[in-house]
């Protein structure tokens, strides 16, 4: 088997992934800030149905969700492709996960911290705004960057609902050579050279970040 002539559709595929990615985390990270404070808040009406939406989305399998969102949906006219559906999938999936890295991350600054912005006259709302949130926000950091490469490993549960990332059309390209071996094996390449150094710089980031808190 020449590899070469099928390696351009394996990257197109890693292309898709990567877009995949890209836009869960993006908005799953943007939508698990909100459930973070939705989860934190002391008012009842936002509390409890944010630490609903959380635990539904932890709990449920991220295939399921997808399944859900392409299959379910169209059932009350709600309509996605396949890309945008297993965008929005990944990304709803993202947001409950990255909702409990972002709280542990507000929980886990020091109380002196409030008390002491107190002190110098601001009132609670710009002293979770200016102080604790972006602290808690850079001790999450880390847990955030693991989730990404996660979700990115993630992407390959949207071959069930056909979209053409990496592996998919490392299916469609073993199907047509019969080498089943030596492209599940390149795929996994693929999918290494882009986690492991990202798991790298996920460890050298949280060991800046334990250096400069000391």
Sequence with gaps: MDLSLYLPRL?????????????????????GLVFALGVSSIHRGLRWPALVVVEVGRGIPALVVLYIVYYGLPA?????????AAAAG???????????????????????????????GLSRLPTFAR?????GLRS????????????FQGTSLAYSISVNELMSQAYQVSSLTFAYLTVYVVTGVIYAVIAVPATWASVWVEHRLARGHA
Aim: hydrophobic content about 55%.
């Design 11 to 31: 990257l197109d595929g890693l292309g898709v992934s990567l877009q995949l990615t890209a836009l869960s985390v993006v908005f799953g990270y943007a939508l």
């Design 76 to 84: 009350v006219g709600v309509l996605f492709t396949n890309f945008w």
């Design 90 to 120: 990944l990304t709803f999936t993202v947001a409950a996960y990255s909702s409990e890295m972002i709280r542990a991350g507000i929980q886990s600054v020091p109380r002196g911290q409030g008390e002491a912005a107190a002190a110098l």
């Design 131 to 135: 102080v604790i949130l972006p602290q």
């Design 140 to 151: 999450s950091i880390p847990a955030l960057m693991g989730l990404a490469i996660q979700s």
